[in-house]
Each structure stands twice: as C-alpha cells, then as structure tokens.
C-alpha cells in the first residue's frame, strides 16, 4: 500500500533532519510531506535541502502559522489528491517514535480504517511528563470519550495512520477545529460513520529540543468543543428516539 507521513512543522530546526532521517530509515517506500507554517527559525529551508537529496521527500510551505487543524487539512489533502493508501499523521519533535510508524501501517493493512497510536491502552504510557500534564492528559481523554460515546482511549493522540478511502470518507477539509480538537473531531466523525478504529500501544516521549506548542488556550477550546459536541450529538439522539416513539403511536 502507497504510504504518506504528514508532518506538520513550526520551529522545529532541531528536529526535522534527524526526523525524516528516521523516518526514511522506518518506511524507506513512504513519502514524507513535511507542511510547514513558515517557521521563523529556518525549518522549511532544512526540509527543503532534505528534499533536494530525497525525492520522497515535498515540503509544502504556507504563508503563516494558521494551526496545527489547518496545518492537517493542507496534508490531508494533498495526500487524497495523490491517491495514497494509507495516510500516517504524527508530531515531529520525536514525541512519536518514527519506528512504531509500520506497526500502525501493518494495522490498516489488516484492515482498520484508522489506527491511533494510543498511551492509555496495554503497553502504552507517556515518559518524561511531570504528574500534573500526566493527569491532565488522561483526565481530558476519559472525559472525552465519555461524553462524545467514542470507546477511544486516547481521542487526543496525533499519531495515527487512516485507511485513505475512510479519511475522504469523513471529509477533513470541512472540519473547523485547530490544536488537539481538531484530532477529537475526526475521531468522532469515524466514530459516527462506523469506521473500525483501533489503538496500538505507544509510549509518548516529551520532547528534548524545541518549545513545545501546548498552551492553556488550546486545552481550554478542545474542553469547550468536545462538551458542545457531546450535548448536541446526545439532544440529537433524544430527538431522534422521540420521533421514533411518537410515530409508533400514530400508527
């Protein structure tokens, strides 16, 4: 199957080389399409001199940082365009390792329609993240799932791979989140169409060079849309269940 590594970049000078380095050794068939948001410290010249010497290597570059959903959407859909099988998304401060990338491949070859590199099933876990981050993180997850009915443990892992055909199936380019609800939103929209999802362990390492992109805003849009989500899609089912009901009746 035709792979694509979507690799969303903001500052990342100190890792992309040695990233798609990595990755070319992990998924030596795979295109690499590094997406960068006109990093002021010189990422996308890095990713460019990278792709002189590898023609498996695009580097799309954009006008500004417009965020991680938008950086995801311009991927997304230059990997549908070409046709690729199988497109991987994952952070590119080595946060995912590179070489879990063909177990999450092997997945949609068995067929799943999309694979989350999980922390919170068996064999998962984070590394290097203090106590607080760490209970934030698995918090936000249980609460996501539970109201939004997703039975994903880890709603807000970036590290994945979608069957090509389920990604188109759900229409990315139409999604309106950024920061990690963006993930959220398409988790749920799989969920919705019936998609087969699984999760495959991983262990998430915080990451040794660069800034990281968290910030209070973005958990507090996640929080604030996850619960709109869940709220409509539980007062739709109410409706639904009502109309079913009330034209039992008067028949």
């Known amino acids: 199957m035709s792979v694509v590594v979507v690799l969303p970049t903001y500052n990342e000078a100190q890792n992309i080389e040695r990233l798609l380095g990595a990755l070319g050794a992990a998924v030596p068939a795979a295109t690499l399409l590094v997406v960068d948001d006109a990093s002021p410290d010189g990422t996308g010249r890095i990713a460019d001199a990278c ?29 549908l365009e070409h046709g690729f099988d199988v497109v991987v998304s994952m952070d590119s401060d080595f946060s995912h390792d590179p070489a879990t990338v063909p177990a999450l491949v092997a997945a949609v070859e068995a067929g799943a329609d999309a694979v989350v590199g999980s922390r919170y ?13 760490r209970l934030l993180s698995r918090w936000g997850n249980l609460y ?40 959220t939103e398409l988790v749920l929209r799989l969920h919705r169409r019936g998609s087969r999802i699984v999760e495959v362990p991983i262990t998430f390492v915080d990451r040794r060079y660069g800034t990281s992109k968290m910030s209070s805003r973005i958990i507090a849009e996640s929080m604030l849309l996850v619960t709109r989500w869940g709220i409509t899609g539980r007062l739709a089912a109410t409706r639904e269940k009502i109309g079913r009901f009330s034209g039992r009746r008067a028949s």
């Open 144 to 183: 996501t799932g539970w109201i939004l009915g997703v039975a994903v443990r880890d709603c807000t892992s970036g590290f994945r791979a979608y069957r090509g055909s389920a990604l188109a199936a759900i229409a990315p380019q139409t999604t309106r989140a950024e920061g990690y609800a963006f993930l």
């Open 121 to 133: 099933v068996a064999g998962g876990g984070t590394r290097d993240w203090p106590l607080h981050r």
């Open 51 to 79: 792709a002189a010497e590898s023609s498996r290597i695009t580097v799309i570059h954009r006008a500004g940082k417009e965020g991680l959903g938008s950086a995801y959407r311009h991927g997304f859909a230059w990997a």
